[in-house]
């Protein structure tokens, strides 16, 4: 449904962008994550015709961005940064404006207007204007504006900005509904939203994509595999060499020794399954006392915090 | 075409939605009329020449007043990202705009008809020179806008667009001026006499629809609403 080839934009002497290539299937949420000045905004604006790449394309449903521009626009909905509305304009009006220039026929605007006022739950504020809402109400505005015309492709640059806990819920719940028809393009710094919504995870550092995939994926990629926290009691330098011989251990780190001679590892897996039984079978073999043994995955956190601070 | 008359709608209502529209109307008509009504009775006189005479002068606030927002509040707020990632081409923006413009400053205009009606019942009135004012006053008020509305996209700070677009006018205004034009080399004397506002607007005042006069507007007007079309496009670079 979108597909990007080598994007890339300058401003002036920074690489906003640093060609980016990536494609997302129709239907499904798609998270692109990163942190401040990553290059997410500008993405996000070239895919919707705002800015022009300075090289590589991008199609959105087999359209050209630079050279079918109107149809492009036809198709996305877009919530730009910030979500900047009208302020003088009233909730109704700036709906029926955007409805008309989206060519609703006619008699459609109505109930279409009306449909989204539903769904975005904006009838406690229909006879206000614009600047007299709430943040809450002001990003429902913002949303209503992007789905009125039911796009196939939706972007939506940082959702939840500024809502209070119980709005990013309700909000979040509204995209991935939508995520089951359409395909959702969403930009966040914040990590439980897009592991909360997202199918797909794009992550971007510096205008360069640093790692995609699906959650679970990113999260068991991260430093090559899981991570393994193992309590042991028995004499530390064998138990040591004794580690060096499993073949699915990476890596290993001596943590701290306890009292009582227990000692803690940080065991670094090589990826495969089951390394578990084998330290198990290990430390039974030479009879020494195994008091914990458990596999951690990386959070969602660990990760997004590894391939962003590596290279900044 | 449609796009820009939804466009045009739009803007018009946002002027007459907020309170800075009435402000507008009723300090410029309280202010020309008290410029006509100053000399009126000293001079006796049934014309309105020195009400078009101080025209271009009162056009000069106002008119940049009206077009120092259309652009630089839409780049503030950030608004022009949703406008202009709507299925919109640029010139049909731009169009929009600037006829929403024309059509509030003919209306302020158009209020003031109770002058030329005074002067109806007050005696016997040479009405030539007066449609022949207001049709300059609008060709004049048009190439205002147009040169307003072109600087206000340039401009991200609403009083930097007034100031430069009141500048730029009177500079355009002035260059055909005599005092301008004695400084002169002869041979570019008939150039900037012709590229002055002021003097096509006194020739329309006499009454006389020269098409020079019409075409000079008119493409003064087509001329910057196209820059402000390309200007458009280089926000993309």
């Given at each position: ?76 909905g877009y919530l730009p940064?910030n979500n900047p509305l009208y302020t003088e304009m009233g909730v109704v009006d700036y709906l029926k404006f955007i409805a008309q220039i989206r060519h609703i026929?006619r008699?459609?605007i109505k109930?279409q207007v009306k449909e989204m006022i539903?769904v975005c739950g904006l009838e406690p504020v229909l006879n206000k204007k614009i600047d007299e809402l709430s943040k809450g109400f002001r990003q429902r505005v913002g949303l209503a504006q992007a789905m009125i015309h ?163 | 075409?449609r796009n820009m008359l939804i466009i045009f709608r739009k803007e018009l209502r946002i002027f007459f939605d907020s309170p800075i529209a009435y402000i507008f ?41 009206v077009t120092m927002r259309l652009w630089a509040e839409e780049k503030k707020i950030g608004t022009i990202e949703v406008l202009m990632t709507l299925p919109v081409?640029?010139?049909e923006v731009?169009?929009g705009k600037?006829l929403a413009s024309?059509s509030f ?47 206000s ?5 609403q ?79």
């Amino acid at each position: 449904m979108i597909e990007a080839k080598n994007l890339t934009k300058r401003f002036g002497d920074t690489l906003a962008v640093d060609t980016i290539s990536f494609a997302v299937n129709k239907g499904g949420i798609v998270g692109l994550l990163g942190p401040n000045g990553a290059g997410k905004t500008t993405t996000m604006r070239i895919l919707t015709c705002y800015l022009t790449a300075d090289s590589g394309t991008a199609t959105i449903a087999g359209k050209n961005v630079l050279t079918q521009s109107l149809e492009v626009r036809r198709c996305i909905g877009y919530l730009p940064e910030n979500n900047p509305l009208y302020t003088e304009m009233g909730v109704v009006d700036y709906l029926k404006f955007i409805a008309q220039i989206r060519h609703i026929p006619r008699k459609k605007i109505k109930p279409q207007v009306k449909e989204m006022i539903e769904v975005c739950g904006l009838e406690p504020v229909l006879n206000k204007k614009i600047d007299e809402l709430s943040k809450g109400f002001r990003q429902r505005v913002g949303l209503a504006q992007a789905m009125i015309h039911n796009p196939a492709v939706l972007i939506f640059d940082e959702p939840t900005v500024g809502l209070d806990p119980n709005q990013i819920v309700e909000i979040r719940e509204l995209i991935k509904r939508l995520g089951a028809e359409k395909t959702v393009i969403l930009s966040s710094h914040i990590l439980p939203e897009v592991s909360a919504t997202c199918k797909q995870i794009i992550i971007m550092n510096r205008g360069r994509i640093v790692a995609s995939g699906t959650p679970e994926e990113m999260s068991s990629h991260a430093r090559g595999g899981g991570v393994v926290t193992m309590v042991v009691r028995g004499p530390v330098e064998q138990i040591k060499d004794k580690l060096k011989t499993v073949k699915k251990v990476k890596n290993f780190t001596m943590q701290e020794t306890e009292g009582d001679g227990q000692t803690r590892f940080e065991i670094i897996s090589t990826g495969e399954e089951n390394i578990n039984e084998d330290l198990f079978r290990m430390v039974a073999e030479n009879g020494w006392v195994l008091s914990e043994l458990h596999q951690e995955t990386l959070s969602l956190e660990d990760v997004f915090q590894q391939l962003t601070l590596k290279e900044s | 075409m449609r796009n820009m008359l939804i466009i045009f709608r739009k803007e018009l209502r946002i002027f007459f939605d907020s309170p800075i529209a009435y402000i507008f109307i009723i300090a410029f008509l309280a202010f020309s009329n008290w410029l006509f009504f100053r000399s009126f009775f000293i001079v006796g006189q049934i014309s309105m020449r020195d009400y078009f005479f101080f025209i271009p002068w009162i056009f000069l606030v106002f008119v940049p007043a009206v077009t120092m927002r259309l652009w630089a509040e839409e780049k503030k707020i950030g608004t022009i990202e949703v406008l202009m990632t709507l299925p919109v081409r640029n010139y049909e923006v731009v169009l929009g705009k600037f006829l929403a413009s024309f059509s509030f400053v003919m209306i302020a205009l158009a209020l003031s008809f109770s002058l030329p009606l005074t002067l109806f019942f007050l005696g016997d009135v040479d009405f030539g020179p007066i449609i022949g004012g207001y049709v300059g006053a609008c060709f004049l008020g048009g190439a205002y806008l147009a040169i307003g509305l072109f600087v206000s996209n340039l401009a991200e700070n609403q009083i930097v667009a007034f100031i430069i677009a009141a500048l730029l006018s009177f500079a355009l205004f002035i260059i055909g001026e005599d005092i301008v034009l004695a400084t002169l080399p002869n041979s570019l004397v008939p150039t900037f006499s012709f590229l002055g506002l002021g003097k096509h607007f006194v020739s329309l005042q006499r009454g006389v629809l020269d098409s020079r006069d019409v075409i000079y507007y008119v493409s003064l007007i087509g001329f910057f609403l196209f820059l402000n079309t390309q200007s458009l496009e280089s926000r993309k670079w």
